[in-house]
């Protein structure tokens, strides 16, 4: 966990295959990453995959078995937790050399992280025996990165027996997942994104490794990925009602981010940190109070100070200004490096053909899609040898996927039970319904578009692992491989190795293309402004009242953004004058954006 890491970054979730094993790449390391709990069958194929690679036995657990699904994802976690702490071990014995894991450790770590000037100041001592005495403890001082966990609060679809019936509720996706979580033997964190699930997090009560035993431990802890502050201390109080604490609240940025983009309504990441950094001593107190009272009403002991909350910040970071401006200035205990990480392959998992189309990417091939069943902004690359095959089923006259895990299901237009919209079953009835409908040409063939432009990411966003890995016996034809990186990825153009990425965080190196980059916080304003562009252009010739206030609340609160940052540009580049200028100037040209704009509203 974070207080624990010498790290001050994290790599968070990203799709389901692309950091399911990144715990067993960069936890020796001290570096903290985020495994995908959605997908029970991948996780079982990597438990095979690396239960032979560490050579140990692998007995399957197979879908007819009661409970299969928790049990493999505590089967998994508990391989990795197993690995990881091999992997330490076996660590802390290599000698101090060029070439060791160990060497590497200390390398990797922050400038000014205390264990780096231990680090340092043993390579400078020439006494043998002190020199020892110092390597011993600094050997010590290794600790692992933690194996996170993310779950879609969203993605809880109810499973049914062999018969057809609904099993009950805590057989549901997400409860399954929590259970197989917490009856693991992973002292991490369970990240929750996508929004509230009540019966998610009343769920958690279930379990004592989410509250503190009696010297304050809590061997599970509960992150919150939130998009603004209201959120978290909506949260915030519904889990501390229930005796949960929050551990950290990780901030996203709506749009700028990799995979599904949950969008504000307007709201800049650069307020939504300050709002944070105005009101986090008061949350916390309040929080306290709440989970401290319900705590001692469940009979558990109380922690005689609030625990640790960390508020973390992640979204399109892309240089070490950035990351160290978001630590300093909004206090941030750490920030999420994402999209950078998908073209290191000491750190994720991407097959080579995928891995060369990102780092080939520009601009232009790195947009926010339509193609995700569940009918949300999906961040995703042009080109994938997911697109190609979609495109091919369509041109066969059978459009669609077979849909097999069903992670994704969420329509009951033609069925009882809820099915994928990229499913073929789905889209031939919509089909034939749009058909049935005698609306004028260019009208059908724009709802047919819509119809047809969902992808099966079940299956896009695992195949990475399985082909990469040699691990289905299919041909790599029909394992499509679908990626969602942020647009941030524009900027990254070449394969680095996990050493070139960190020296890249922490300032030591530069690996930026020469695209011109502008600020985050520009950046995430630039595309809140297209996005608010599309939405009033989609809604303008059908606009309700309740829209149209909608649309003027969004370009308020994009307006009062550009003011904020206006007036932090001075601080933003303190003796950097040149880029105080192009940072107004682009502000500016935002602001004229919108005023042209609304003038047509």
């Not at 625990?307 to 200035?329: K, W």
Request: net charge neutral; with cysteine.
């Amino acid at each position: 966990m974070i207080k624990n890491t010498p790290h001050t970054f994290h790599i968070p979730v990203m799709g389901l295959a692309f950091s399911i094993d990144s715990p067993m790449k960069v936890a020796q390391y001290g570096i903290s990453s985020v495994v995908s709990l959605s997908d029970d069958t991948l996780i079982e194929q990597m438990r095979e995959y690396y239960s032979q690679v560490y050579q140990e036995p692998f007995t399957p657990i197979t879908q007819k078995e009661e409970d299969y699904r928790a049990r493999r994802i505590t089967a998994y976690l508990n391989l990795a937790d197993r690995i990881v702490k091999l992997q330490v071990e076996a660590l802390k014995k290599e000698p101090f050399d060029s070439e060791s894991r160990l060497t590497k450790y200390f390398l990797l770590l922050p400038d000014n992280a205390p264990l780096k000037a231990m680090y340092r100041k043993m390579l400078q001592t020439s006494n043998p025996e002190l020199k020892k005495i110092m390597q011993d403890e600094l050997r010590q001082a290794v600790v692992p990165g933690s194996i996170d966990v993310n779950i879609m609060t969203k993605l809880d679809k109810t499973n049914y027996d062999k018969d057809g019936n609904p099993l009950p509720s805590e057989y549901s996706d997400a409860l399954a997942a929590l259970r197989g979580f917490a009856k693991s033997t992973v002292h991490a964190s369970v990240i929750f994104s996508a929004g509230m699930n009540m019966r998610l997090y009343s769920y958690l009560e279930q379990f004592p490794c989410f509250f503190p035993n009696e010297n304050g431990y809590l061997q599970k802890q509960v992150v919150i990925k939130v998009s603004d502050y209201r959120s978290a201390f909506v949260q915030g109080k519904i889990l501390a009602k229930k005796g949960i604490w929050v551990s950290e609240f990780r901030i996203e940025s709506g749009l700028n981010c990799g995979g599904h983009a949950f969008a504000t309504d307007g709201y800049l990441l650069g307020p939504i940190l300050e709002e944070f950094k105005q009101n986090r001593q008061a949350m916390q107190e309040e929080l306290y109070t709440l989970f401290s009272n319900n705590l001692a009403a469940k009979g558990y002991a109380v922690p005689e100070t609030a625990p640790t909350m960390h508020i973390t910040v992640q979204g399109g970071i892309g240089t070490s200004d950035e990351h160290e401006f978001l630590l300093e200035h909004y206090g941030m205990d750490a920030a999420g490096w994402g999209t950078p990480f998908l073209l290191v392959p000491e750190a994720t998992t991407v097959d080579a053909e995928t891995m060369e189309k990102l780092a080939r990417a520009k601009k232009e091939d790195l947009y926010l899609s339509p193609i995700s069943p569940l009918g949300v902004p999906f961040n995703s690359l042009r080109g994938t040898s997911s697109e190609a095959l979609t495109l091919a089923r369509i041109e066969r006259g059978k459009p669609g996927s077979p849909c097999e895990k069903k992670h994704l299901v969420s329509n009951t237009e033609f069925t009882k039970e809820p099915i994928c919209t990229a499913s073929r079953k789905y889209q031939r009835n919509k089909l034939v319904e749009l058909q049935g409908m005698g609306m004028p040409e260019a009208e059908y063939k724009a709802a047919e578009a819509k119809v047809l432009e969902k992808e099966c990411l079940c299956e896009g966003l695992a195949n990475t692992a399985l082909v990469k890995f040699g691990i289905s016996r299919k041909t790599v034809a029909s394992r499509p491989v679908a990626i969602c990186p942020g647009p941030n990825l524009a900027y990254f153009s070449n394969i680095f190795k996990l050493q070139e990425m960190v020296d890249h965080i922490y300032g030591r190196v530069n690996v930026l293309n020469n695209t011109y980059r502008p600020h985050v916080f520009v950046n995430e304003l630039n595309m809140y402004v297209q996005y608010w562009k599309n939405k009033k252009a989609e809604l303008q010739e059908t606009m309700t009242d309740k829209q149209e206030k909608y649309l003027q609340s969004f370009w308020q609160n994009l307006q009062q953004g550009i003011a904020y940052y206006k007036e932090l540009v001075p601080t933003l580049f303190k003796d950097q004058l040149e880029k105080r200028v192009l940072m107004l100037d682009e502000l500016l040209e935002a602001e004229d954006q919108l005023q042209l704009a609304n003038q047509k509203i």
